[in-house]
Structures are given as structure tokens and as C-alpha cells.
């Protein structure tokens, strides 16, 4: 290292331990505030400084040697400048004398002299924390560390400003601490015990209005309630909304295998199933179930295991993964492994939730049986497995697998083709009731070969298919020709389509064409119905005797539509429509349809909250609780169910009929 960078290096280190006590004596007041922008402030003064400090020194550390050291005869500009020999000779010297004088109580006594303590800095910074410090005992301070310091206080001084205590207690599985609160709106777990105590419990007593109906007493006996819904409750004109937050049952997710069937290499070795479970208070067991099926035919044999999922440090989650060797699985080629997860919360009635089955595939060796038909998949598939339903499932499958992952194009075009089979053999199956036949033509494609030059051929009867015939001719009327013909049509461009390898335009035909097997199906089923009624037996001894006991009429009326909405709902809602005055106990009637008919906690609340404004005599909020009552309304199914009528003459007479 040359000696005038030595000598500024000396210099630099000297002033820096100078000033590191005014920084470190600056940040004090911040870390004792708390304030993170405030320490943040000061941080960037100090980094400012420091690279200031050392441009002062870089350049001025010469100057500052000449003054304090009389032995360098004003020449330690040559210690960074010696161009000529005479220079070089010169600074030869004076590093000798320097070596000697330059000690280190000399260089920080040239430091003293040259860069300041900075008191006015941090004078300023002091000035700066003692504002801030008063800002946040102000009303209103918003500094997050004494907001914090002064929570609790402030809480309990409008605790103890208030004439009304609200206790919350939740219940214990929630691990929430029990606390008081001043009135005000809150969140509280479901469960929780709510009481509202008098701190005069001499004086009289005073009434807390809850908007389901509920009106409670608090006087020397503090009023308790156990929120099970959100409601507000209001006290001396003032509301104020309590909501609950019910307890969520646990969350699964299974992130590994990432489809519900998994079909393994035949190769494999290894298998990784990953769980998550998520609650909001806390995860009390979780297990998972394996079932391994092996076998084929009616030789399948089942075991069954369970093993418990690991807790956590956090017991809201219990996240677990392994990578199974097959082995450990107990799997062989050919064997199936289905599992799901179990898993309960801690609540008092705890939610137990399962998850869905998935399922590990592990492909049995190739066996000569299949090698030999692997080139007529057709005539080895039942027919009688497929449906138009298995079609349409199979298309989705498709596109969400080409929308989930990459495949390759000759793997789409194998599967669009195969679902196209199907597709084929279904509408095959259905032609035959219209007539058609599986070929395009009957004859030998070979025959034009053989035919004379100039002979006439018959191509109508050669092959055409005449359906006007009496013995080809289908049973069917031609209402269910049409939708027969509708549902081919459909199967028809649905085959066109996966043919060109286009399933999201396949899928529309494929449900056009289920809807109309389903309308077959159906018309079917009244046919079958309406044919298979059997008239009761002729009694013979009562034939031409004129007794007529027991032989009314087989006439049946229509009964009348349920009655959905109760006459006293009726009542209420058209005596809102006026200003006249209202039904005797209606707001028991509104109070029990808005709690059985809105669900929604927000809209619920809404419609109590007009109840409670009716009440208190507010004419301009009859509207507004009318409609919340007519919402509640929906659409009902109108029973229509035939009962017995006797139409007798004696019955006509009654009734004024017969004159």
C-alpha cells in the first residue's frame, strides 16, 4: 500500500470512530419510540454523512498534515504528487519524518481539530423524536408503538366511561381469551356468551333489544346471550351489530396425485402422495385411508389402512408428503390403490370432513390375449358400456386434458378417435330402430369388376334398402320417428367432429343427442304406463240389482295448490300496504319468516332492522319491510294431486244440480 493512501486510510478510520458515537447516540430516541420511519430517517442521515465525511477527508487530508505537522515543511502535496526526480528525493524524506511524528494520538488530534462532534445534528434529531413523542399523546395519534402502548388504556378508560359492560366470552376450543368491550359493534366466534352487565346495578334497569325479537334485561343480573347469528341489539335509541363468524368445518386439498385416477408406468417404482389441511382454530385428527384391491374378476381381494396424519407446530394446518416406494404400498402390477382423507376439527360438535376417493393404477403386464386384439379394440369393448352419458364425460375429460397439460398430437387424435368409435357404435344401435343397416351397402364392393360392358344394373334393389315394406317397416308412430332422427342427426356431426379432431365442437351435438334419448326414454315410460292399467273385475252379483253401495264414480278433481305462505304472513303484508293498524303479535309473524326465508346475514339484518322501525312507528318503512317480506317468497311448487270425488245423484241433488 503507497504511504499516502496509508495516511488517508488513518485519517479516514480516526473520523469515522468521531462520529459513530453521535449516530449510534441519534437512534436511541427511535428505538425507544418504536418508529421504524423515524429510524429509517436518521439511517439515511447518517449513510449522507459518512459519505460526505469521507470526500472531506479524501481531499483536504493534506492540508490537514501540513498544518499539524511542522517536520513536513508544507510538502506533503509530494506524498501523492512526485513527477521529477527532485520530488521523488523529497518524499523519500518526508516519509522518514513521518513515520516518526505521524503517531496515533497525533492523528487524532488532527482529527479533532478538523471534523466537528455534530452536536447540532443531534440536537435537531432529539428535537425531531420529542415531536413526534407528543404527536402520538395527542388525541387522534396515529404512531403504531404508542398506539399500541395506549390501547389498552384508552380501551379501559371507555370501558370506564360507559355505564354498559359487554362481556365476551368464547368458547373454549377458539383458544380466544375472554375480554370486556364498551358498546360497540363487534366479531365474536360462534358460541361465544355475550353478556351486557350494569356497573350501577342499583339504579334501574335497563332493556338491550336484540333485532330477532329478543328483548333482555340487564340490572343487578347481567343479561346473557349465546350468539349463534348475527344480529345487532340496540340500547337507549342506539344500534350497535354483533356478527358472528361461524366455525368453518376443515379444508383438503390433495396436491399430489393431481387427477383423481392416476394411471402409474408399468415401470414404476415410486408413488408421492401430498396433503393439506387447513382449519381456523384447530386440526384435532386427520387420518389417511388406504384400501388396496387385487385380483380380477370375482377373485378380487381388499385391505384396508389407516394411519394418522403428523401435527404440526401450527395446529391450524397439517401439511404432509412422502414419496411411497410400491412396495411399501403393497402394490403389484395390476393392483388398485384407492385412498381419501378424514380429518376433524375441535369444535364442540366437531365437523368432520372427507375428502374424495382418489385412486393409484398400477397396469398389469401386456398378456397374449391382448397383444392379439390390440388391432380390434372394437370387438373387444362391450357395447353395453358405453352410453351416450360416458360419451359426453369422455369429450369433457379430453378438453380438460388438453386445457391441463400438453399433450401430443398423436395422443389427441388417439382418444378423439376412440370416443368417435363409441359415438359410432351408439348411433348403429339406434339407427336399427329406423331401419338402417350397419354397411353402407349390401352387395360385394367387388362386383362393378365383374359386370359386363353395356349390361343395365338394377342399383335400386342392388342397393337400396326399401322401408316402405310391411316387413320392414318400424313399429314406431312418427313422433318418435322425428325425435329418433333428430338424435342420429345430432350423433352424426358429433362422429364428424371428433373424426377431425374437434371435441369442443363435438360436445354440443353429443347433449342435443342425450337430450333426445332421454325424451325417447320418457315418451316410452307413458307408453308402457297408459298400456299397462287393468280395470277392476265386474262384480256379477251386483250387476242390474241397483244397489248402489260402493259404486261411485271414478271421476277425480284436481286438489288444490299447497298453501305456502300462512294467512297471518297474508294479513301482515296487506295491512303494510295501508296506514290502518297492524295485526295483533306480527312482529312474532315477521320475526319467524324473516329468520326461516333469508339466509344471508347482511339481507337478514335488513329486514330486522325494518321491523324493528315499524315498530317504533315509522310509517315510511312499511314499504320497505312489505318487500322484505314478499322477497322471502319463492317460487313454490304447486302440488297438484287427484282425489277421490263420489258424483252420485243423490250428491248432485244436494248440491242443487238435478231439478
Known sequence: MSADADIARRLWRAALLRRAGLWAAGSLPWLALRSAPGLLAWSAFCAWDGLRLQRQVMIGWTAWVDDAVPEMEDSAILLAQAGTPVARLQRERLLARIAA????????????????????????????????????????????????AAGAPAAKAAIARSELLIKLAPPGYTGVAASNAAPRDLQVPEQTVVEWCLKDASGASETIELSDGQVLKAGQACARWTADESVFWRWRGTRYTLKVEPDAPPEITVTQPNEMTKDLARDAREATIAIAVRDDYRIQRATLHLTLARGSGENIRFSDREMPLPASIDPRRRDWAKNWTLSELGMEPGDELYFFIRAADNASKPHTVQSPTYTLRLPAPPSADEEENTALPMLVKPESLRSQRQVIIDTEQLLSDMRSKKMSEAETRERSESIASDQAALRRRYGQFLGEESTLFGGDEHDDDHAKPGEKKDVLHEFGHAHDQAENAT????????????????????????????????????????????????????????????????????????????????????????????????????????????????????????RERIAVDEQRLAAQRAIQDVADGCAACRPVLRAWLRGGVAEAPVLLQAQPAADTPFARALRGGDK
Open 101 to 148: 511524528s505521524l503517531d496515533p494520538a497525533r492523528v487524532r488530534a488532527i482529527v479533532r481539530g478538523r471534523v466537528p462532534a455534530g452536536l447540532p445534528w443531534l440536537g435537531a434529531n432529539l428535537a425531531l423524536a420529542g415531536l413526534a413523542w407528543g404527536a402520538a399523546l395527542l388525541p387522534g395519534g396515529a404512531h403504531p408503538a404508542i398506539a399500541r
Open 475 to 594: 313399429l314406431f308412430d312418427d313422433a318418435t320417428k322425428k325425435v329418433l332422427r333428430r338424435a342420429l342427426s345430432a350423433m352424426w356431426d358429433a362422429e364428424k367432429a371428433l373424426r377431425a379432431i374437434q371435441p369442443k365442437t363435438a360436445l354440443p351435438p353429443e347433449n342435443t343427442a342425450l337430450v333426445a334419448i332421454k325424451e325417447l326414454q320418457q315418451s316410452e315410460r307413458i307408453y308402457l304406463h297408459k298400456t299397462a292399467f287393468a280395470p277392476p273385475a265386474i262384480k256379477e252379483d251386483k250387476r242390474m240389482s241397483g244397489d248402489m253401495a260402493g259404486a261411485a264414480s271414478v271421476r277425480r278433481e284436481q286438489d288444490k295448490a299447497a298453501d305456502v305462505v300462512p294467512a297471518e304472513l297474508r294479513e301482515l303484508v296487506q295491512a303494510l300496504a295501508t296506514d290502518g293498524p297492524l295485526p295483533a303479535l306480527w312482529t312474532r309473524t315477521a320475526h319467524d319468516w324473516v
